[in-house]
């Protein structure tokens, strides 16, 4: 029995091998391949089908999902479809042709939209045209766990595992890709009584993997181990204190550093208190207006205003400027000489 495996298609280009099908297979859809040995190849190349276009003459020679290589990455779900599909319940069921990873009864994914119809300057023609849906993501691959159980050997790869070496050395200068090829006719014709022993080693092997299968899923995982032993992380340090010199609560109370003295000084009109709050204005000097100086008594020393006018008491600082004042009084000797 060629390898068999399972997965999700990475891209949408793979046909399905069956010639009464030959449709593609969509991007992300569970696919299932049977191996095939190319000559000159290394290893197997596979042929891919959808999963209810797998026969009954290939289902009659697998007896377990241990044969099936992926099966420990597929989703829960689709797990539960392969096993349908061993029980033989998949075939010819059409439906689940397109479905993406899910299980039977899933809607298929919708074809993508047809872009709008533009014209030459690329503006759309076409208002209730449908916009093109966005490509979706393919699945991620799950990590495998090293710690996880190694997954059991078919009785092929046991009968293999014995018969490829002595193929080889009967058949000196044959490539390795046609003595497997050998190897795996040479299991085909094998009699059942002389199969027995190979199933037998995988029916025991299969035993031993559900066996550490059960103590793997039972094992507490790290997270709770750690809780178990008490091995809880410790709490953080506390932040460092702040450095002695540092005055938080002088510096949050210390005053704004103002900008410079207003313009306007004292006599600013700006009344916002941002503003009063950023500029300096000196304060107003009481300033009162002159009262009249003290009439001065005229001294007998004084000599007498000639001209018909008046010595003013002031003199050459007078601060009176009205033209009477100046007609009635005198304010120097040299406009009493003039009047003279």
């Given at each position: 029995?060629?390898?068999?495996?399972?997965?999700y298609?990475?891209?949408?280009?793979?046909?399905?091998?069956?010639?009464?099908?030959?449709?593609?297979?969509e991007?992300g859809?569970?696919?299932i391949?049977?191996?095939n040995?190319?000559?000159?190849?290394e290893?197997?190349s596979?042929?891919?089908?959808?999963?209810?276009?797998?026969?009954?003459r290939?289902?009659?020679?697998?007896?377990?999902?241990?044969?099936l290589?992926?099966?420990?990455?597929?989703d829960?779900?689709d797990?539960?479809?392969?096993l349908?599909?061993?029980q033989?319940?998949?075939?010819?069921?059409?439906e689940l042709?397109?479905?993406?990873?899910?299980?039977?009864?899933?809607?298929?994914?919708?074809?993508k939209?047809?872009?709008a119809r533009?014209?030459?300057?690329g503006i759309?023609?076409d208002e209730?045209a449908?916009?093109?849906?966005?490509?979706?993501?393919?699945?991620?691959?799950?990590?495998k766990d090293?710690n996880?159980?190694?997954?059991?050997?078919s009785?092929?790869?046991y009968?293999q595992?014995?018969?490829?070496?002595?193929?080889?050395?009967?058949?000196?200068?044959?490539?390795?890709?046609?003595?497997?090829?050998?190897?795996?006719?040479m299991?085909d014709?094998?009699p059942?009584?002389?199969?027995?022993p190979?199933?037998?080693?995988?029916?025991e092997?299969?035993?031993?993997?559900?066996a550490?299968?059960?103590?793997?899923q039972?094992?507490?995982?790290?997270s709770?181990?750690?809780?178990?032993?008490?091995?809880?992380?410790?709490?953080?340090?506390?932040?460092p204190p702040?450095p002695?010199?540092?005055?938080?609560?002088?510096?949050?109370?210390?005053?704004?550093?103002?900008k410079?003295?207003?313009?306007?000084?004292a006599?600013?009109?700006?009344?916002?208190?941002?503003?009063?709050?950023d500029?300096?204005h000196?304060?107003?000097?009481?300033?009162?207006?002159p009262?009249?100086?003290?009439?001065?008594k005229?001294?007998p020393?004084?000599?007498?205003?000639?001209?018909?006018?008046?010595?003013?008491e002031?003199?050459?600082?007078?601060?009176?400027?009205?033209?009477q004042?100046?007609?009635?009084?005198?304010h120097?000797?040299?406009?009493?000489?003039?009047?003279?």
């Amino acid at each position: 029995m060629p390898p068999l495996k399972v997965e999700y298609a990475k891209s949408g280009r793979s046909k399905c091998a069956l010639k009464a099908c030959q449709e593609v297979i969509e991007q992300g859809e569970l696919r299932i391949g049977t191996g095939n040995m190319m000559p000159g190849a290394e290893d197997y190349s596979f042929k891919w089908r959808h999963v209810c276009c797998f026969t009954k003459r290939q289902l009659a020679a697998v007896t377990g999902v241990e044969q099936l290589e992926g099966f420990d990455d597929l989703d829960e779900d689709d797990q539960k479809l392969m096993l349908k599909l061993i029980q033989g319940k998949l075939i010819d069921k059409n439906e689940l042709k397109g479905v993406l990873g899910r299980v039977a009864g899933g809607k298929s994914p919708k074809k993508k939209a047809k872009p709008a119809r533009t014209d030459d300057f690329g503006i759309s023609s076409d208002e209730d045209a449908p916009v093109p849906l966005a490509p979706k993501p393919s699945p991620k691959k799950k990590k495998k766990d090293p710690n996880a159980p190694k997954r059991p050997v078919s009785a092929f790869m046991y009968f293999q595992k014995e018969k490829l070496p002595e193929a080889k050395l009967a058949n000196p200068g044959v490539k390795v890709t046609d003595v497997r090829k050998m190897v795996a006719k040479m299991w085909d014709e094998l009699p059942d009584e002389k199969g027995k022993p190979y199933r037998d080693q995988a029916r025991e092997d299969k035993k031993r993997y559900e066996a550490e299968l059960i103590k793997y899923q039972n094992k507490p995982k790290a997270s709770e181990s750690d809780d178990d032993d008490g091995g809880a992380l410790p709490p953080p340090p506390p932040p460092p204190p702040p450095p002695a010199d540092s005055d938080s609560e002088s510096d949050d109370e210390a005053p704004i550093p103002k900008k410079g003295d207003c313009k306007y000084g004292a006599n600013c009109y700006r009344t916002s208190a941002e503003h009063l709050r950023d500029w300096n204005h000196p304060k107003k000097k009481n300033k009162t207006p002159p009262s009249d100086p003290p009439v001065k008594k005229p001294k007998p020393d004084d000599p007498p205003a000639t001209g018909g006018r008046k010595r003013c008491e002031y003199g050459s600082s007078c601060f009176r400027t009205a033209p009477q004042h100046f007609v009635e009084y005198s304010h120097s000797e040299s406009e009493s000489e003039d009047s003279d």
